[in-house]
DNA sequence: CTGAAAGCGCTAACAC
DNA sequence: GTGTTAGCGCTTTCAG
């Protein structure tokens, strides 16, 4: 194990000081042109790279910025980080992740880990716990502290920083939209609990397309499933639900999903009472997985361009965190645009309504 | 913003020295009772942290272990990063994420960045092209500048580090013995080029099984894809394959596939031909995703068991992070254990061949 | 043109 | 008991 090339030990080799090194290496023209090549010439020779840590020290920034999600076992995450750690990368950023496994202290946590690594900014999204609570303290307090925070996919109004999102409740209407066009006429809803604010929103888009149609909304026909998100429990009981409801309702001819896996555990359960679907029934879904697209048959979907996601929010706190000192950019929100893919759970546009 | 606190802060808020403080910080005997309280009351009211980065550069270590995956959507190393984390949290470590894309370069340039960042160790899954070109200098550098390597999943035995791995022949091995004693008999392989080791292996705990059980290896019922490697391109060649293959080998009556995306594709053309999944044809697979399990008939799997792989990799690195100078543990290669899920596309065990 | 010195926050050997 | 000092690697101001 060679030793560290380090400024000292260049200067000791060529006999000048540290600082003539130091000066050297950033081409100072203070220094002899002679003396600069030199300089130059050994510390390339040796591979010379300078301590990130000292200069850390020095700048007091690190060039990392910390990333916390709610779970990483999760495709649209997963595409989100690869997102950020492209632009990141690109940026001269390193990426740390930290997991809240939906737990508000956990969240917390691990942001005050963060914190003491010196990270320069977070990118993160909140865990579910965290908004039920609806305690935003925490990521109050870092913003106060200075830490700028970047929200993505899960935010809340409450909390003043950038954020990036998709427009949850337009893009649910498109959605439901789509269905009513294609001649579905009573849309089963499968979302979470309102206090998941996306949920909320695509619930509320989902009534949004009711109404514009002059279609009433029915809450028998709305099931709120309670904890297992997006995960995998509780697969069993949603189908039973899906049964029961299309026993009382047979006059159900669409179920929209607002996750991919509720929407794949209900196809199964469509199509396992033998309905015809695209023909006689038709399964929409919010997604981001690879679920939908190897579903048979294919899952039709609002797409949300996770991966553009992630890019947006890295870029927009490496911006902040590039600022002039008092020339911040303004806080924004970006709407991320969703687009619909239809596979083969919906029929073609046929008639407008 | 108020400024961070520091020893040097409450030295002079205190009007002691700043050794003072870092000595009464640590509970020090040598300073006085009194004095340790006062220090630590004061620190503790304003919630003093050590600062990681000046502790890094004291200590030459940075508590950040650096992980290097070929890609970061994927079910199998989503799964493995968060064992890593989780264990890594626990001890104390940050994660910091690097992602190859499959890339021989960006490996490379990944590692540079993260040796930049000061990490104390790699845990890392080689990219498929390192595998192709077999050059492995950049971390038998590493592991030369006495940085620590842990390798899992795709490893090279050229590379003296610890590993993680499941022994795929043996698993692969295992699952095709199953087939055989639920009696099949034809067995198709859909495998990876033998440069990926893990297809390699995968294929040759085919040949194993079947062996063993005096049954040909037919080259005719092998096939090799080459690149899409577990990515969803080629999806569509890979289904024509499956098709013309059945259609020359219509005795075929499994289909053994080293991976989840390879067995879904095969497993609805088998059965758009109309063919009985589990009754008259079996499908089994190498999987780490929910693909398996939301598919219909659900996929019977060798599950590899990637959130312990990532625990366990997590732990060799620390260990050794952590050992006394001259007191590293040996090398080891650990080989976790897979287990067969049998879901619904392969039958029952019933006799033996 | 070059170097000495201070400082970023912390620790540890050594004085007093 | 407490403080001084040096040092981790680097930048930067100020002298020479």
Chains 1, 2 share one sequence.
Request: with cysteine.
């Amino acid at each position: 194990m060679k030793p560290k090339m380090t400024l000292k030990r260049i200067a000791r080799e060529l006999d000048v000081s540290i600082s003539t090194v130091s000066k050297a290496l950033k081409d100072d023209k203070n220094i002899s042109q002679e003396t600069r090549e030199r300089i130059q010439a050994f510390a390339q020779y040796y591979n010379y790279k300078p301590n990130s840590i000292a200069l850390s020290l020095k700048n007091k920034r690190s060039n990392s910025i910390g990333l916390i999600i709610p779970e990483i076992v999760h495709h649209f995450f997963a595409k989100v980080i690869s997102g950020i750690e492209r632009v990141a990368n690109e940026r001269g950023y390193n990426v740390i992740i930290g997991v809240s496994n939906e737990s508000f202290s956990k969240e917390i946590i691990n942001m005050e880990l963060l914190i003491d690594t010196n990270i320069d900014g977070f990118i993160m999204s909140l865990s579910k716990e965290t908004l039920r609570l609806r305690d935003y303290h925490h990521i109050k307090e870092t913003i106060n502290q200075g830490v700028p925070v970047v929200l993505f996919d899960r935010a809340a109004d409450e909390i003043h920083c950038d954020k990036v999102i998709i427009d949850d409740r337009q893009a649910s209407r498109e959605a439901v939209l789509r269905l009513l066009e294609t001649g579905c006429r009573n849309i089963m809803l499968i979302t979470t609990e309102d206090y998941i604010t996306i949920g909320r929103l695509r619930t509320e888009g989902y009534m949004d397309a009711l109404k514009e149609k002059g279609i009433p909304v029915r809450e028998e026909l709305i099931h709120r499933t309670d904890e297992p998100g997006d995960d995998i429990h509780e697969e069993e009981g949603l189908q039973a639900v899906v049964h029961r409801t299309l026993d009382e309702h047979p006059e159900i001819d669409a179920i929209f999903a607002v996750n991919e896996i509720y929407a794949v555990t209900a196809l199964n359960a469509v199509r396992l009472r033998g309905l015809d679907v695209p023909g006689a029934f038709s399964v929409m879904s919010f997604s981001d997985g690879v679920l939908a697209r190897h579903a048979r048959p294919a899952l039709s979907t609002v797409s949300q361009h996770a991966v553009q996601m992630g890019k947006e929010a890295a870029h927009l706190l490496i911006n902040r965190l590039e600022a002039e000192e008092g020339q911040e950019p303004e806080l924004v929100t970006r709407v991320i645009q969703s687009t619909i893919v239809e596979r083969d759970t919906t029929r073609k546009k046929v008639a407008s309504l």
